[in-house]
């Protein structure tokens, strides 16, 4: 499976970004799809987790309530709704795969190349 990353960019405080996470490859549809951050000089962090029918989703907290996961298998993207956009959101972004549906970034097999996001205040 290989991911593409894209929708990322400067936006200010309080505005919205959809991210989006295309994907090649006949089993992505079996897979779930994580999104993680990464900011500088921190830990890549989980984000969100969507399973692969779709049907489950999960959110950090520091994310909940603004953010929101969605993936369309017809396209073999899943998409990172961004609400509500703070200074600290401010990270490089990127999506990736697991056999399991799972906040543990070393579940995850297959990463995409990440997309900045950047939120001025």
């Known amino acids: 499976v290989q991911l593409q990353a894209s929708g990322g960019g400067l936006v200010q405080a309080g505005g919205s970004l959809r991210l989006s996470c295309a994907a090649s490859g006949r089993t992505f549809n079996s897979y779930a799809v994580g999104w993680f951050r990464q900011a500088p000089g921190k830990e890549r962090e989980f984000v969100s987790a969507?399973?692969?029918?779709?049907?489950?989703?999960l959110y950090a907290g520091s994310v909940k309530g603004r953010f929101t996961i969605s993936r369309d298998n017809t396209k073999t993207t899943v998409y990172l709704q961004m609400n509500s956009l703070k200074p600290e959101d401010t990270a490089v972004y990127y999506c990736?795969?697991?056999?399991?549906?799972?906040?543990?970034?070393?579940?995850?097999?297959?990463w995409g190349q990440g997309t900045l996001v950047t939120v001025s205040s």
């Open positions: 990736a795969t697991a056999p399991i549906y799972s906040t543990n970034r070393h579940d995850y097999a297959y």
């Open positions: 969507i399973t692969w029918s779709g049907g489950r989703t």
